[in-house]
C-alpha cells in the first residue's frame, strides 16, 4: 500500500539525473576494449607498459618515438633516494606495513607541490603562456619573460636545491639532442627563456621544466603533464614503500625520546599552577 504522503520511487528521481558518460572501456565476454582498443585482438603484443600509461592518461596511443620520449623521462626522473621528504613519507607510511598504502599516500600529497610530479605541470603552463605570448602577440621572448619575473618571486622549472645544476636534465637534454628534439618549439623557448632565467635569477632549469618542453612538444596539453609525471615516477615510489614495507621500522613513525631535543619557548604555566 502506497501513502499519499510517501516520497516517489527511486526511478522518478534518477530520471532527472544526468547519464554518466565514459569513453574509457567495456568489459565483454571474449574481448574487452580500452578507449576504444580491443585489449586482446590490438593491445596485447603491440602495446607497452609506458604505451598504456600514456593511453590511460591521454586517451589516445602515441607514436614510437614519442614513447621513447617517456621512457627517457621516467629513466632520467629516477632520484628515489629516501631521504627526499615525498619518498620518506612513502616508506613512513608503508612501515606499518602496506606497501600499496605508502605508495598512495605519498602520491596524494604531491598535487601543487613545489618539488615531484606537478612541477611538470606547473612548468608546462608556465612555458604554454610564454608559447602563446610569443607566438600570437607582438612580444618578444625576452619581455615575456623579464615581464613574469617582475612580478613572481618564484619560476616553476628553475632552481636546483643543494646543488647548482640539475643532473638529470643534463642527462635527458644529451638524449633529447640526439634525437634532433631540441629544435621543436617548446624545447626551444624552454632554452632561450633558461638563458634569461638564469641571467636575471641566477636559477638555472630544472628537470620539471624539461619534462614539461618535452611533454608539450609530443602534443602532452599542460593539464595532461601533471598526471602523467606522477604515473612516470611512480616507480620511485613503489620502491620506496615496498622497502618500507618490508622492513616495517618503528624508527620511521616515532623517533626515540633521546633523539629529540625541544628548541622551542618554555611552557607557560596556568594561573593556578603558577599560584596566581
Known amino acids: 500500500?502506497?501513502?499519499e504522503t510517501d516520497p516517489p520511487p527511486p526511478q522518478r528521481e534518477l530520471a532527472t539525473l544526468s547519464p554518466i558518460h565514459t569513453h574509457l572501456a567495456h568489459w565483454g565476454w571474449d574481448e574487452h576494449q580500452y578507449f576504444g582498443h580491443r585489449?586482446?585482438?590490438?593491445l596485447l603484443g603491440s602495446e607497452s607498459l609506458t604505451g598504456l600509461t600514456a593511453l590511460s592518461v591521454l586517451g589516445r596511443r602515441l607514436e614510437p618515438e614519442a614513447?621513447?620520449?617517456?621512457?627517457?623521462?621516467?629513466?632520467?626522473?629516477t632520484l628515489a633516494d629516501p631521504r627526499i621528504w615525498p619518498l620518506k613519507l612513502a616508506r613512513t607510511l608503508s612501515s606499518y606495513g602496506g606497501s600499496i598504502a605508502g605508495m598512495a599516500g605519498s602520491l596524494l600529497v604531491q598535487s601543487d607541490a613545489r618539488?615531484?610530479?606537478w612541477t611538470g605541470q606547473?612548468?608546462?603552463e608556465l612555458l604554454t603562456e610564454w608559447h602563446s605570448r610569443v607566438t600570437t602577440t607582438s612580444a618578444t621572448l625576452e619581455e615575456v619573460v623579464q615581464e613574469y619575473l617582475s612580478s613572481h618571486r618564484f619560476a616553476w622549472g628553475f632552481g636546483t636545491p643543494f646543488r647548482e645544476k640539475d643532473e638529470r636534465l643534463v642527462a635527458f637534454t644529451s638524449r633529447i639532442q640526439a634525437g634532433g628534439r631540441d629544435a621543436l618549439p617548446f624545447w626551444k623557448i624552454f632554452s632561450s627563456a633558461s638563458v634569461i632565467v638564469q641571467r636575471e635569477r641566477g636559477a638555472?632549469?630544472?628537470?620539471?621544466?624539461?619534462v614539461a618542453a618535452a611533454l608539450l612538444d609530443i602534443g602532452v596539453r599542460a593539464d595532461q603533464a601533471g598526471a602523467l609525471s606522477a604515473a612516470l615516477m611512480s616507480h620511485m615510489f613503489l620502491a620506496n614503500a615496498i622497502e618500507g614495507s618490508q622492513l616495517s621500522c618503528e624508527t620511521l613513525r616515532c623517533l626515540p625520546e633521546e633523539?629529540?631535543?625541544?628548541t622551542g619557548r618554555a611552557p607557560r604555566?596556568?594561573?593556578a599552577a603558577s599560584g596566581g
Do not use: C, R
Request: hydrophobic residues 55%; without cysteine; charged residues 10%.
Open 1 to 3: 500500500m502506497t501513502l
Open 39 to 42: 585489449v586482446f585482438g590490438e
Open 67 to 77: 614513447l621513447a620520449v617517456l621512457d627517457d623521462i621516467a629513466v632520467a626522473l
Open 115 to 117: 618539488i615531484g610530479p
Open 122 to 124: 606547473k612548468s608546462a
Open 204 to 210: 638555472a632549469p630544472n628537470m620539471g621544466m624539461g
Open 259 to 262: 633523539t629529540v631535543q625541544y
Open 269 to 271: 604555566l596556568s594561573p
